[in-house]
């Protein structure tokens, strides 16, 4: 099982989604963005390095979310949901197909990869207002 860590980021009143590549192993699914946690890493460093590497814009973490675990055909994920807000830069998506900032209300429209589901499901139960 590896460790991951993603990012739901806020910026007025809406949070960052990210649609994976074609031809990845979850292609064309939606998730909140992040990335494996290296050795010797935090959670939070994990999601500060991975954003940029992936996005090339800088965030805060602010706090712990959820947890999700998931057992794909070809891995096991332990991910970890922290708050996050967009601080600065300009999103270049270096490793998806595509990004929206959409509101709780639209997650409904996108098919998330099976690990993010329930962080889906409870963020649509908190609401904005819960961030």
Same mark, same amino acid.
């Not at 031809?23 to 939070?44: H, R, S, V, Y």
């Not at 099976?114 to 207002?129: F, S």
């Given at each position: 099982? @590896? /460790?991951?860590?993603?990012?739901?980021?806020?910026?007025?009143?809406?949070?960052?989604?990210?649609?994976? /590549?074609?031809? *990845?192993?979850?292609?064309?699914?939606? &998730?909140?963005?992040?990335?494996? @946690? %290296?050795?010797? &890493? +935090?959670? $939070? %460093?994990?999601?500060?390095? &991975?954003?940029? %590497?992936?996005? =090339?814009?800088?965030?805060?973490? +602010?706090?712990?979310?959820?947890?999700?675990?998931?057992?794909?055909?070809?891995?096991?994920?332990?991910? !970890?949901?922290?708050?996050? /807000?967009? $601080?600065?830069?300009?999103?270049?998506? #270096?490793?998806? *197909?595509?990004?929206?900032?959409? +509101?709780? *209300? =639209? !997650?409904?429209?996108?098919?998330?990869?099976?690990? *993010? @589901?329930?962080?889906?499901? #409870? !963020?649509?139960?908190?609401?904005?207002?819960?961030?």
């Amino acid at each position: 099982m @590896i /460790k991951v860590a993603a990012a739901i980021i806020q910026k007025d009143n809406k949070v960052l989604i990210a649609k994976r /590549k074609a031809g *990845d192993k979850l292609a064309n699914k939606w &998730e909140f963005p992040g990335g494996k @946690i %290296e050795k010797g &890493e +935090t959670p $939070e %460093e994990c999601l500060v390095r &991975e954003i940029y %590497e992936e996005f =090339e814009i800088n965030i805060s973490v +602010t706090k712990f979310f959820s947890e999700s675990i998931y057992s794909y055909e070809h891995l096991a994920v332990h991910l !970890l949901a922290y708050f996050a /807000k967009w $601080e600065r830069g300009i999103i270049i998506p #270096k490793v998806h *197909d595509e990004f929206r900032w959409v +509101t709780i *209300d =639209e !997650l409904n429209n996108y098919d998330f990869a099976p690990a *993010d @589901i329930p962080l889906v499901q #409870k !963020l649509k139960r908190r609401g904005i207002n819960g961030i």
